[in-house]
């Protein structure tokens, strides 16, 4: 069942990077200018990448969805909620990671039986 | 600040950063592939890639995530800041190396297309978590590893400026501040894969090191900046408030200061003082921290620049820091925290008994020439990470377990001709010319068994295009061209097999391994991060096989077959656990059969 499923999500990921590709060709050709003037101007080499994040991202600017601004202060609790959390979260995951360890070849019990 | 982009805005420090980095990465590689080539000379190319890579990738990632907190705790750390994404997009290339190896490597080649595979080899342990939490450490530890390069990738892929001013800076932080979470993932994936395979304490206590030191800079770094933000001051009914003393003020030099618990930028230019944002339109450096360059307010991160006057960025730029209004009522400094309206020409408040501008050193990326002290620290820091980083991955390299042997003549094909025999496994018995006769177990190319290829040619002579693959007591032929076979004699008798010997019966305990692999195909062919490619080979038909220890402590593989002939009905998801079998134990010429009664795991 988990393997039907994963074959649809890789299918769906598939479709959605073909849109992305063919969307971010046109994008380039027309339309990077009209949100960006600098964009318009923009070398070969600039061109190139930024097509993999166009290609990963190409709903937001198909949408043309637009972003609220948070303050400089929510970003810096975000950013200590993180190292907070990361701090619990890798503690303890080293603690199960350990405790729980799986055997290894050396724990093996040793065969009696005469073995070629 | 381009008014065009380009793909990279070159200037002096970016080269001699990216040559530096290069240079950190080449001596990583002769330090890693030395040490390898001395203590592992039997590690194939492959493996070498996927463990360089990957080392390189996670030990750089330290790096980068050590800078932010090091720039805010020591400031002459700034430099390193400057193109930190060019740092960020060497791990990502790194890690989508490894990640692109170990797919093909593990997943490819086999009956599940290879990206379902890393999701799907050992399903089973997704739900076996809830049922027993100690079977985490069986959990699929790919996937983690596969979650973080994602968001690597889009990391890498969101690094120009042109990301930034489009995303917006708000969401484009957020989306980098993601990096937290793939650094938790890449732990997941260590801790849950390669500490499970590798036996030496030493890679934990890396890990455990890197994870400490990280967490301990970031914490510091937080409780300075929460310190800052604390701060509160007395307002006045207009609602003026009250964020410093004239005395607490430098020329050309920047003050944070804080109101209503919003951070504002305080500058005093020619003796007036001006009040702007704090937050940096580039990437939400703090301008507080600046100085005043060539007439600007310039921001300590990247070196943007501000007019003082009205918060503009000098032409042909175009960025506008909010100016908010001032006044000083007995060497008291009151800041407004409603701003005035944008690009609002200001002519400042006047202002005395500032302090002269500060002789330390403000490096900033864009100058030709960093400043001499700065100069030396960088030097110093380099010289440290280019012994770290190679003593890191020089380490690893020395304490890996020896990969398993065997030999795989891969790219080497010949006829193969000899007697086939379909049971208890498919193989092939070759006569020299010597007389001497040695059965050659058959699989096909990939991860797949010899399938349906040789159905109907038991006992008959064939022949055949393959790949010799050897691993005592193993020897095993890889029929590389299916089409090439041929049965010699259809109209002759079948041969009868060769005589069987019973060497007893009783439990075995072992791993559950592909032959395929342990044979020589690939090292190291054991243990949980070889697991998704043993499902994949046994899925595929390859002969399963139990490792067990003989009496000398030595690893010995036992060929599983059906008790009764005909197909052995298991698990292959079992590959790679430690299991017990039940069942009699044969000698099929050299090769040690085991006919399999019952199946229970024991790990």
Not at chain 2, 136 to 143: A, C, L, T, V
Request: proline residues 6%; charged residues 20%.
């Amino acid at each position: 069942m988990s393997e039907t499923f994963f074959n649809y999500a890789l299918g769906f990921a598939v479709i959605y990077a073909l849109c992305g590709i063919i969307f971010a060709v046109g994008f380039q050709l027309r339309g990077m200018g009209k949100i960006d003037p600098a964009a318009e101007k923009g070398t070969w080499g600039f061109r190139v990448l930024v097509m993999p994040g166009l290609v990963a991202l190409w709903p937001l600017f198909f949408f043309a969805y637009r972003f609220h601004e948070a303050s400089a202060f929510s970003l810096r609790r975000s950013h200590r909620i993180a190292i907070i959390a990361l701090a619990v979260f890798s503690a303890v995951l080293f603690l199960v990671a350990l405790a729980w360890r799986l055997p290894s070849f050396g724990d093996l019990p040793v065969i009696e039986t005469p073995l070629p | 600040m381009s008014t065009a982009y380009q793909a990279v805005g070159w200037n002096q420090q970016k080269r001699v950063y990216d040559l530096v980095l290069l240079g950190l990465v080449l001596i990583a590689a002769a330090a890693f592939g030395s040490v390898i080539a001395l203590r592992h000379p039997e590690t194939t190319a492959e493996t070498f890639i996927i463990r360089f890579t990957s080392l390189t990738a996670f030990v750089l990632l330290h790096v980068t995530l050590a800078i932010g907190p090091l720039a805010r705790l020591f400031p002459f750390f700034m430099p390193m800041l400057y193109n930190r994404r060019h740092l960020g997009v060497t791990v990502a290339v790194l890690a989508m190396a490894h990640g692109i190896f170990s797919i093909i490597q593990f997943h490819a080649f086999g009956d599940v297309n290879p990206v379902v595979s890393v999701f799907t080899a050992y399903d089973n342990e997704y739900l076996a978590v809830f049922q027993d939490f100690r079977s985490i450490s069986r959990f699929p530890f790919e996937i983690f590893g596969f979650g973080a390069l994602l968001i690597l990738f889009l990391m890498a892929a969101t690094s120009h400026d042109f990301w930034l001013k489009n995303l917006g800076p708000t969401v484009w932080k957020r989306l980098h501040q993601l990096v937290y979470l793939a650094y938790g993932l890449l732990l997941a994936h260590v801790l849950l894969g390669v500490v499970q395979s590798e036996r030496s304490l030493l890679f934990p206590l890396l890990c455990g090191a890197g994870c400490l030191v990280l967490v301990a800079l970031h914490l510091l770094a937080a409780r300075k900046e929460h310190s800052i933000d604390k701060l509160r001051n007395a307002a006045m009914a207009d609602g003026f408030v009250e964020v410093a003393a004239t005395d607490e003020l430098s020329a050309d030099t920047g003050k944070v200061v804080v109101a209503n618990g919003v951070r504002f930028a305080l500058f005093v230019r020619k003796g007036r003082l001006f009040a702007l944002s704090n937050v940096c339109r580039h990437q939400g450096g703090p301008i507080g921290e600046g100085r005043i360059l060539n007439g600007c307010i310039t921001c300590p991160w990247h070196g943007y620049q501000y007019r003082a006057e009205d918060g503009c960025s000098p032409p042909p730029f175009s960025e506008v820091l909010e100016t908010y209004p001032l006044r000083i009522v007995e060497g008291k400094v009151f800041l407004s925290p409603v701003a005035l309206p944008p690009e609002t020409k200001s002519e400042g408040v006047l202002v005395e008994n500032v302090k002269p501008k500060p002789t330390t050193e403000f490096p900033i990326g864009w100058q030709s020439k960093l400043p001499s002290k700065t100069h030396r620290l960088m030097k110093a820091t380099v010289t440290v990470l280019a012994l770290a980083v190679p003593m890191v991955l020089g380490l690893c390299a020395w304490f890996f377990s020896p990969v398993d042997r065997g030999r795989f003549e891969f790219g080497s094909e010949n006829i193969q001709r000899g007697i086939l025999y379909e049971q208890p496994v498919p193989r092939l018995r070759i006569t020299s010319a010597d007389g001497k006769s040695v059965d050659h177990i058959l699989v096909g190319a990939g991860k797949f068994g010899a399938g349906d290829l040789i159905k109907g040619a038991d006992g008959r002579e064939v022949s055949f295009t393959g790949t010799r693959i050897e691993r005592k007591p193993f020897h095993m032929i890889e029929i590389t061209r299916p089409e090439t076979f041929r049965v010699l004699d259809p109209d002759a008798e079948p041969r009868p097999a060769p005589a069987v010997s019973t060497l007893g019966e009783g439990e075995f305990t072992g791993e559950l391994v592909d032959t395929k692999c342990w044979s020589g195909v690939m090292r190291p062919a054991t243990g949980k991060v070889h697991r998704a490619c043993a499902v994949r080979c046994l899925s595929g038909g390859v002969p399963p096989g139990l490792l067990v220890r003989n009496k000398s402590g030595d690893g010995v593989v036992l060929l599983l077959a059906a008790e009764m002939g005909g197909k052995l009905e298991y698990d292959v998801q079992l590959a790679a656990r430690f299991i017990t079998v039940k069942g009699v134990l044969e000698l099929h010429g050299e090769t040690p059969v085991l006919r399999v009664v019952s199946i229970k795991t024991v790990d």
